[in-house]
Nanobody, 123 residues
Framework: QVQLVESGGGLVQAGGSLKLSCTASGIIFSINTMGWYRQVPGKQRELVADITSGGNTNYADSVKGRFTISRDNAKNTVYLQMNSLKPGDTAVYYC?????????????????WGQGTQVTVSS
């Protein structure tokens, strides 16, 4: 009932910037926390940053001061502005959202993931 669609990944040189976007669609009553995770082959998916519906943010230590997460509640969209990118930021980035949605069994809180977008930072 809920889909997350990401955009904005790509190839950039070290020191450059990228902005990721993720929009939720479907049957949505409200969205609680939205966030970005990343994963490299052979490693667990890790939190990059998340943001509550009220705008409180949380960042991984490795991206503090370089990445900024924001959201537009009216558009059900979360953004990740990534500056001063490093080769170590290379990964597949996944959008995540905790969404109040509805099924035949009633209203419930679901945890949803986007399909992932590749970010590659060259040295």
């Amino acid at each position: 009932q809920v889909q997350l669609v990401e955009s904005g990944g790509g190839l950039v040189q070290a020191g450059g910037s990228l902005k990721l976007s993720c929009t939720a669609s479907g049957i949505i009553f409200s969205i609680n926390t939205m966030g970005w995770y990343r994963q490299v082959p052979g490693k667990q998916r890790e939190l990059v940053a998340d943001i509550t519906s009220g705008g409180n943010t949380n960042y991984a230590d490795s991206v503090k001061g370089r990445f900024t997460i924001s959201r537009d509640n009216a558009k059900n969209t979360v953004y990740l502005q990534m500056n001063s990118l490093k080769p170590g930021d290379t990964a597949v980035y996944y959008c995540n959202a905790h969404v109040q949605t509805y099924a035949t069994s009633g209203r419930y809180l679901g945890n949803y993931w986007g399909q992932g977008t590749q970010v590659t930072v060259s040295s």
